[in-house]
């Protein structure tokens, strides 16, 4: 029996690059040529925190580190401003040393990012469970030494790239069976780590997950929603069309990681991705959960690798090419429903069947043989009145 088929859609980081800056200075020392200035960009995906041209970008912190064999710190992380002019204004203007700089910007300041001359690293970060509340990490790095007399200086390049791994879940159903999708969840993500700052333009930060920070994280709508609300159940049924399940959200901003999937057994021992859904056969009568009139979690597992700054959208086309509709989720439950309460929910959306069981089984199929019409002298019974 084949389950969901799916479909990972990973943009390319070159379709990804489009970027343009905001060349506002930062820096207002009575010797311009010797202060150090800024010149910012925003490169990639974007999310309505920080637009490219960074006009949603209202400060960023950033360092300097000398740049040689044995570095120190020349100035800690500072915050700079966009004022309502529209200039950059820094909390203290720095001038050029002697020594060469490298530079780290972040944001949003409030971030605990530890600066020293040998590290550059954002410690035990943690997604928080509700993609309203998630954050956009963004990170830049940046080099530069004092120009010789009578050169001058001008600002330093920061191109500001996304920390973080943007996911999006779709989903499609070409069959005749309906499927009303009320709920969307990404299970058993590793979702605490340790992200060091990059170190060349270029680069990306790099991520360090710890273990057993796994979470389960979930976007529910509203089945009582009018239709032109994006939180309104999702029906699908006859068609290829492809429906954003994600109720309004944009996507989860998850860890960059090397996900590993689920075994697809009773037990929760990997990433899956799981959506609550009811399903229907052709004349309505339902077919998952077993509790009529509710909602179950159907999963399929996934082992993408996640890469920073880069978005990922999952399409699960269920009754596909043959397929039918996942497998039922080994741990059925919200995470924002700890105590089961949900009515729409059921929590043993199998009966008797456990997580990774089929949910629903092959359609019933035919075969169908026709026989010509035969004579023969039994055939023909007369009955007498």
Request: net charge negative.
């Amino acid at each position: 029996m084949k389950i969901l088929r799916l479909t990972l859609l990973t943009w390319p980081l070159l379709l990804l690059a489009a970027c343009s800056s905001d060349s506002h200075e930062v820096g207002t020392g009575e010797s311009n040529n010797a202060a150090i200035r800024f010149h910012s960009s925003i490169q990639g995906m974007t999310r309505s925190t920080y637009k490219n041209d960074l006009s949603n970008l209202v400060s960023f912190k950033v360092a300097a580190v000398s740049n040689v064999a044995n570095p120190d710190v020349y100035f800690s992380p500072m915050e700079v401003t966009h004022e309502a002019d529209g200039t950059w204004k820094n909390t203290i203007t720095y001038y050029w040393p002697p020594q060469a700089l490298k530079f780290y910007a972040f944001a949003p300041t409030e971030l605990p990012v530890n600066i020293t001359g040998l590290t550059q690293q954002l410690n035990d970060f943690t997604v928080a469970s509700k993609p309203a509340d998630q954050i956009d990490v963004i990170t830049a790095w940046g080099q530069g030494v004092r120009a010789t007399p009578p050169a001058t200086n001008g600002p330093v390049s920061l191109n500001f790239r996304h920390a973080l791994s943007m996911i999006e879940v779709r989903a499609s159903n070409p069959s005749d069976t309906r499927i009303d999708v009320l709920g969307v969840k990404i299970c058993r993500i590793p979702s605490t780590g340790t992200m060091t700052m990059q170190q060349a333009a270029e680069d990306y930060p790099t991520w360090l997950v710890t273990n057993g920070s796994e979470r389960d994280y979930v976007i529910k709508g509203d089945k009582n929603a009018d239709p032109s609300d994006p939180r309104a159940l999702i029906t699908m049924m006859n068609s290829t069309d492809v429906h954003n399940i994600m109720f309004g959200r944009e996507g989860w901003l998850m860890i960059p990681q090397a996900l590993s999937p689920w075994t697809s057994g009773p037990t929760a021992n990997g990433a899956y991705i799981s959506v609550l859904c009811r399903i229907c056969d052709g004349s309505g009568r339902q077919l998952y959960p077993d509790e009529e009139g509710k909602f179950g979690f159907t999963s399929v597992p996934i082992n993408t690798v996640w890469q920073p700054g880069h978005r990922y959208v999952y399409t699960l086309n269920f009754f596909a090419d043959g397929g039918s509709a996942g497998l039922i989720d080994p741990n059925p439950t919200s995470p924002e429903d700890p105590n089961h309460e949900d009515e729409d929910i059921d929590i043993t959306p199998g009966g008797n069947r456990g997580g990774g069981d089929i949910v629903v089984n092959s359609p019933i199929t035919f075969t169908v043989e026709i026989t010509d019409w035969q004579n023969s002298g039994t055939d023909n019974t007369n009955i007498g009145f």
